[in-house]
């Protein structure tokens, strides 16, 4: 039996630094902030793997994989995307799994807690366990773990940084109200 090809990745230069995108052959595998090293810079597990539902099924092209998140993520950076179709190769536990399609819920200019995050997997008490897991989301921006906060509107836990995550949510709100304005002309 062959093992499947080494992922591959490409350099992307956005409004936040350079950012490291990582293709396998079932898809978007990793995002990776400047100043992270290598492909699973969050100790990404390898005994789970979850495709997001409908995507990942079979094997793709990495290279046709990282072309089209570049092109995605170069939407989003410019106001024009608010959601990712791509193929997802996300390794993590059941737990995490769990988590992350919580994440991949919430709309585009909207914010929720930990707690709430919490709720929606069924157990308010899993604040914690879920600020974790979102701490190892391996495709941060395709995954926004960038739109929970703290329960007091803080913005807290986030790989690249408070600042970072700051610029997302003021993006997306200004990108929301250009939208908007767009609806109402």
Same mark, same amino acid.
């Given at each position: 039996?062959? #093992?499947?090809?080494?992922?591959?990745? $490409?350099?992307?230069a956005t409004p936040i630094g350079e950012l490291t995108v990582v293709a396998s052959s079932r898809g978007v595998r990793a995002v990776v902030w400047p100043g992270e090293r290598g492909h699973q810079p969050r100790q990404i597990p390898s005994s789970s793997r979850s495709? /997001?539902? *409908?995507?990942?099924?079979?094997?793709?092209d990495p290279d046709t994989v990282l072309r089209a #998140? #570049?092109?995605?993520l170069g939407e989003y950076f410019a106001g024009t995307r608010a959601t990712f179709d791509l193929p997802l190769d996300l390794l993590g536990t059941p737990f995490q799994l769990a988590a992350w399609e919580v994440l991949r819920g919430i709309p585009f200019g !909207? $914010?929720?807690?930990?707690?709430?995050? %919490?709720?929606?997997?069924?157990?308010?008490? @899993? %604040?914690?366990a879920v600020g974790s897991a979102n701490g190892r989301n391996p495709i941060p921006i395709v995954v926004p773990c960038?739109?929970?906060?703290?329960?007091? *509107?803080?913005? $807290? *836990?986030?790989? /690249?940084? !408070?600042?970072? @995550? %700051?610029?997302?949510?003021?993006?997306?709100?200004?990108? !929301?109200a250009v939208q908007a304005s767009r609806r109402r002309s």
């Open positions: 039996m062959l #093992a499947p090809p080494e992922p591959k990745q $490409t350099l992307l495709p /997001a539902p *409908g995507q990942g099924q079979e094997d793709v #998140a #570049a092109e995605q !909207t $914010t929720i807690s930990y707690g709430e995050q %919490a709720c929606r997997l069924g157990d308010a008490r @899993k %604040a914690r960038h739109r929970v906060i703290g329960g007091d *509107g803080s913005l $807290t *836990g986030f790989a /690249a940084g !408070t600042e970072a @995550k %700051a610029w997302l949510l003021r993006h997306e709100q200004r990108a !929301t």
